[in-house]
């Protein structure tokens, strides 16, 4: 967990609102070897979405026979890649319940391939709930005061673990996002700018 923090026993909810690693991590460890790849499939990772002139990458999340590696998989660390664009579609997935098509350039019609399956009703449900306490009474508080926004913070270990980037996703009524702070250390430069974006529209 960031900076070593403990919450001990707590609901689900209370540790996605706290972005507590340790509980998916010991959740990913008790998956089948390709439950996170169907999943992340079903979040929009993966996917491909193709438009003339264009690269897009969502990032992938290949499945594991290692217990380990699926317990690092299953914080976002390990062999999981997201790009910003795919943790954007991850979040309108939630909003939407399935996948949306994004249109990228104006007149230009995208084509996807690799989507996964709409989201089961009451999955989509916990994980709009799980979202908005993240901003209520989670780690993206900074957000409180900019209306229904939905999101989940994150930091990723890389090069030698020494240092993270930060991250927050999410979405506020039709308009999904996600921020990527490059070499941020926590989430929190990465909720400002959001803050910044948001209060701009």
């Known amino acids: 967990n960031e900076g070593r923090f403990q919450l001990g026993t707590v609901p689900l909810a ?3 609102a706290k972005s507590c690693n340790t509980t998916f991590a010991r959740l990913a460890a008790r998956l089948p070897a390709d439950a996170l790849t169907e999943a992340a499939r079903d979040l929009g990772i993966g996917a491909d979405f193709v438009i003339p002139g264009i690269t897009t990458i969502t990032g992938s999340a290949p499945p594991s026979g290692s217990l380990v590696q699926r317990a690092e998989n299953g ?4 062999k999981v890649l997201a790009s910003p664009f795919g943790m954007a579609l991850a979040a309108a997935t939630v909003r939407a319940g399935k996948t949306p098509v994004p249109t990228l350039v104006k007149g230009e019609k995208t084509k996807a391939t690799g989507l996964g399956r709409p989201l089961r009703k009451e999955h989509a ?5 799980m979202m908005r306490q993240v901003v209520t009474q989670g780690t993206a508080t900074a957000l409180r005061g900019l209306g229904p926004v939905h999101g989940k913070t994150g930091t990723a270990q890389f090069g030698d673990g020494k240092h993270s980037h930060g991250w927050f996703a999410g979405y506020r009524g039709d308009v999904a996002f996600a921020v990527l702070v490059v070499g941020g250390e926590t989430s929190a430069p990465a909720v400002e700018i959001s803050k910044a974006f948001l209060a701009g529209l």
Request: proline share 0%; net charge neutral.
């Open 14 to 16: 209370q540790a996605f």
């Open 75 to 78: 914080f976002g660390q390990g």
């Open 125 to 129: 449900a916990a994980l709009r709930d």
